[in-house]
């Protein structure tokens, strides 16, 4: 993202707002990115494994790790290894946004020329 931001002519300070914004609100003056990032980076994954061989070869590994762990594995361990393991065999999209003043103060055409190369960067990287 950092990157892309350069690029285009962007500092990594603009993309923060100002910790002003929390002064006036009332709140602490600790960094949110949550509140006060001008930028937002969503990972979509699929819910579900498309291949059902892949799918196959997860239980079987799963198997494998229930027969070799020595304590009890329960539903829930066995649902978060899973969940990684498919995680680990798909190919995820990354989605990214930026704020809506932050586009009206720099303009829409500098603003996508950001989005789209950090979108690139980011789903290029797997």
């Not at 914004?21 to 509140?35: L, N, Q, R, V």
């Not at 704020?99 to 789903?123: I, P, T």
């Amino acid at each position: 993202v950092l990157e892309a931001a350069k690029e285009v002519g962007i500092s990594p300070a603009i993309l923060v707002a100002s910790p002003d914004i929390a002064k006036k609100a009332g709140e602490s003056t600790t960094m949110s990115p949550f509140k006060e990032c001008n930028v937002v980076v969503r990972c979509e994954v699929p819910t579900k494994l498309a291949d059902g061989g892949a799918d196959a070869a997860i239980t079987a590994r799963l198997k494998e790790m229930r027969e070799a762990g020595g304590s009890e594995w329960t539903d829930e361990a066995d649902a978060i290894a899973r969940r990684e393991m498919e995680l680990s065999t798909m190919s995820v999209r990354y989605k990214v946004g930026i704020h809506n003043s932050l586009e009206s103060a720099l303009g829409h055409d500098l603003c996508a020329k950001f989005v789209e190369g950090a979108m690139k960067r980011l789903n290029d990287s797997e």
